[in-house]
């Protein structure tokens, strides 16, 4: 099946005027909730240049942290694997499963997990894995994708999740209570934990100083996995990595409040070694970032902390939905991350943004969002996968624009095709025509107007 | 090449030139008159409740006035034996875990956050399992923000530790705050006040 | 003082009036204006779209047409930022470079380089101020809300200089409108849905007119507004600062 492209699906999602109204309130709420608590701190601005300039710091001496992880990690009794993209990652994990013949996996929330396609690999393998993030076990239970990297089910009503919950988990039908479909998923949910024999969880910030790594969640899932399991395997980017721990109370403060606007997320679990009997493994993955490291235009996209605030700010992604993404991680920074994953595949997502650069103002890590969306739609022009007619369409109106005669005599003309706008054709075949007039053209443009008036 | 020297090698090849790390300036961090105040402020917020007590004494006789019918624990100086006891409870003994009562080593004014590591925890599912949990925290041990939080304590003195800041919750059935989602559905700090110390 | 107009290709086909209003505004000020007749483009549609490589022969007419100015002044934000950061020419780079620091926008021009304090103009309305993209976050002419900074704005200082004028406080401060460039008719569906959340805002918080220092967004809107039957107009900022001057 061919993956629609971002307008086509965002299209398709605007149909449903009433829940796109919904989705874009309820996503502009976490954005003016991100706003109050920062505007709580009255460093906040600090904080991020900070923030910034540790990440900053940190990828111009990756390869020394990483490997000063490595060492600290392994000497904390946790076994350090390296993997060079998903597929690889998929397999180490597959072969730590396999190696001790474990059925009951739990995973709490892991972005590389889903870059990776993780979960569809271990199927393939005859191992089904159990999301327990209450979102992602919702689009789970719904064999859908997350649309959003922090609230994975924001694209659902609550009626939905009480349909899909009656059918799964035998709740009462048309119950669309919230407390009561939650407290039915931790029940679900407790049963697996109880018996789980091996937890999967993603990694937040993993410190170069100690060898130990950080997992952020409000439900504890992730914790209630690694703290039950006697395998916990924890996966995380080659960007992940931060040079110390007193860098977390930067980090810290800047993730919940970005993300949600809560002052820090309930638990902020710091793993260091395993406990007594556990075994503790750790998949380190590249997956294109050291790529994208080596673009010196793009690099610094690899700062992000995974916070979504870029989500919640855009007003492209309030009113198109995660899905419309087509990828792991939607958004304004999956726009700019995902076209170095697979440039034609993802040709339409920096195209999918106004360049209105709200991403860029409340990123927390001041990663230049929109000037990269600008970059890479320079980029993947240049590479060939722009739309046919769109090329030609561009080198039409950079000739009629280079030349100041072609451009009064089709502005003459144009005032009543309005030919040299392209956007401005007035019939039913051209979307700005669809549901917007065009402006009614005047007598004489400014140009002839001043002609007379003025020389 | 393996995986590892070749990621390693591409990293090294393709990092940009040096940028140094900033110096934090303390001085440019919020100051709060009475943290502790804060603190509390910040914990009702975030769904959790706090209790002012003179001191230990006082906790303990709390714990005995739970609901002995239900599982119960208590870990605060807990002898060696018992120690050894509660690590090995694995997650089917504690499923039922009702109450737990657990030492904190230092509260965060600004997240109303506390540090609770694994020396504290004895056994690291304690306070994510149980459903109502009681963090002890002495008022003279509330630092202003996270920046203050690192300064006290080597996060890797002991194998694991959390912040935790509040009860569990979730928010992802249309962004409607429930309290109690995996772990505890309250929490209760019992604030050992500075003066009766 | 050497001031050139440059007026963009769409305000000088479809909203000359708005131009008309830019220059009257200027001299109105004393100053002599120049309107160097051979521009068209700063080239922005293309390189917005990807097609930066194709502005070449935009950049080189802009360098022709504004070299030698003490200030280039534009009603349009999102031109003036595109000049600002993208203005190259193989043929006399060390000109393009130098006309980067020259352009202004118009309300900046005013308020930072005139540093006017008093208008006499009148516009008797209830006023909604769409901020546009560019000009707010791109050139700074307003605080941002997404930033924990001081505010202040540029166009609603000068706004706030016209008699009678009643500026309406919208719930979305500085939301995209969604004209976008191209992405107004390759993302036809969020731009619409964009500019009618937008223009809602004004409509319900009572705004007569919209203005702006974009007719970019405001064509857009305008758009909207028109297809829709609403009776809210759309006015370029100079027209208001030049209404009842003269």
Known sequence: MKVQDHAQAAAQFIKDEERTDWHDETLWFVRKKRDLAAHGIPEWEQLREWASQIKDHTLSNLSHYLESFEQKATANGIRVHWAADGEEHNRIVHQIIADHDLKRIVKSKSMLTEECHLNEYLIQKGISVVDTDLGERIVQLRKEAPSHIVLPAIHLKKQDVSDTFHDFLDTEKGNNDPQYLTEAARQHLRDYFIASELAITGVNFAIAETGGFVVCTNEGNADMGAHTANVHIACMGIEKIIPKAEHLGVFLRLLARSATGQPVTTYSSHFHRPREGQEMHLVIVDNGRTRQLGRADFRNSLKCIRCAACFNTCPVYRRSGGHSYHTAVAGPIGSILNPNLDMKANADLPFASTLCGSCSNVCPVKIDIHEQLYKWRQVIVQAGYAPVSKKLGMEGMAAVLSSPALYHFSGKMGRTTLKYAPFLVNNGFNPWYKQRDMPAPPAESFGEWYQKNRS | ?197 | MKVALFIPCYVDQFYPKAAIATLELLEKFGLEVSYPKNQTCCGQPMANSGFEHLTKGCNNLFVQNFLGYDYIVCPSGSCVMHIKDHLHTEENEAAAQDIRTKVYELTEFLVDVLKIEKLEASFPHKVGLHQSCHGQRGLKLSQMTELMAEPFSKPGHLLSMVNGLELVELDRKDECCGFGGTFCVTEEAVSVKMGKDRVLDHERNGAEYITAGDLSCLMHMEGILKRRGSKVKIIHIAEILNHHLS
């Open chain 2, 1 to 197: 090449m393996n995986s590892r020297d070749r990621i390693l090698q591409a990293t090294a090849e393709n990092q940009p030139a040096q940028r140094d790390l900033p110096v934090i300036d303390f001085e440019r961090l919020i100051r709060y008159d009475e943290p502790a105040v804060v603190f509390e402020q910040v914990l009702t917020k975030i769904g959790g409740q706090l209790v002012r007590v003179k001191n230990l004494e006082e906790v303990k006789n709390r714990f005995g006035e739970e609901d002995q019918e239900k599982f119960c624990v208590d870990v605060i100086d807990c002898t060696e034996e018992d120690r050894l006891k509660i690590k090995a409870w694995k997650a089917t003994d504690l499923a039922l875990l009702h109450t737990l009562y657990i030492k904190g080593s230092f509260g965060v004014a600004e997240n109303s956050a506390v540090w609770v590591d694994e020396l504290a925890m004895v056994n690291r599912l304690l306070p994510f399992i149980c459903e109502h949990l009681f963090i002890v925290l002495e008022e003279k041990e509330i630092v202003p923000t996270m920046h203050h939080a690192y300064q006290k304590t080597d996060v890797n003195r002991t194998g694991f530790g959390s912040f935790i800041a509040g009860p569990s919750k979730t928010a992802d059935i249309e962004q409607s705050l429930v309290i109690g989602a995996h772990g505890p559905r309250s929490l209760t700090i019992y604030l050992i006040e500075k003066d009766s110390l």
